[in-house]
């Protein structure tokens, strides 16, 4: 069965993303990772299962998907959770749901979900809806109402990507009081950013360090403040 979507509510725990690539079949104007479809960029997979094997998966509340947009290359995606398929955790998926358009890719996409036990998660941005059948998607919402989530119409932007600068901004220090599951994501360079954040998200680590290391940075700096890592600190200092 396809598990239901993660809510942990202990700061202890970590849920863990993958954006394996930021390719995506649509190019917003408003897109925290700038993407689009002429991206080229994935996860080196080798170094990946190299860091996940120096994770703690007891600290691992749940693991999610996103990009770009998970339905461009399902194959790799999907080859992220094989890489933690033996941990029970939850899983879900962030999607612009463009495949709701094309039969073949709903069938291809829903059929991985179903295998990969993912909780479905789809934006409600009116851009995105554009490219959306939401005859499609109601209907699904529909037929698996603990699974499939179809967001409300959404104008919460970060000020990040194709609008870092561009944007006002307020922030509320959630890097340091959020009192749930802290998020990170593996990005396609390699680099691990932390999204318990309300503007741009800080990167505090990469592959080529362990779990520990990160775990131990990520705790100081929300003690002592994300520094120089945030382009924010000094107007909140």
């Keep these: 069965m396809i598990l239901d979507q993660p809510n942990s509510d202990d700061p202890n725990m970590y849920d863990l993303s993958f ?3 930021k390719r995506c079949d649509l190019r ?5 990772y700038s993407s689009g479809p002429e991206v080229d960029d994935a996860i080196d997979l080798s170094l990946l299962e ?4 120096t994770v703690d998966m007891g600290r691992v509340a749940s693991f999610g998907l996103y990009g770009g947009e998970v339905g461009v290359d399902l194959d790799g995606f999907g080859a992220c ?6 941990v029970d955790r939850p899983h879900f998926v962030l999607t612009n749901g463009t495949w709701s358009t094309d039969p073949s890719r709903t069938v291809e996409f829903l059929d991985f979900c179903w295998r990969h036990k993912c909780y479905v998660v789809v934006s409600g941005t009116p851009w995105h809806r554009r490219h959306q059948n939401r005859a ?5 919402k529909e037929k698996w ?9 959404e104008e919460n932007f970060h000020a990040m990507g194709r609008l870092e600068g561009k944007m006002r901004f307020s922030c509320t220090r959630k890097c340091a009081w959020w009192g749930r599951a802290l998020r990170i994501a593996v ?5 691990i950013i932390f999204q318990n954040c309300d503007g741009v998200y800080p ?6 360090e362990s779990f520990s290391q990160l775990d131990a940075r990520v705790s100081r700096m929300r003690r002592e403040g994300f520094g120089d890592v945030c382009p924010y600190s000094k107007e909140v200092a």
């Design 28 to 32: 917003c104007a408003f897109c925290m």
């Design 203 to 208: 990167v505090v680590g990469n592959l080529v």
């Design 136 to 140: 499609v998607l109601g209907a699904l």
């Design 19 to 21: 954006i394996y690539t």
């Design 187 to 191: 990005q396609p360079d390699g680099t």
């Design 145 to 153: 109402p603990d699974t499939f989530r179809l967001k409300p119409v």
């Design 50 to 53: 190299g860091w996940l094997d």
């Design 81 to 86: 959770l094989d890489l933690v398929s033996h």
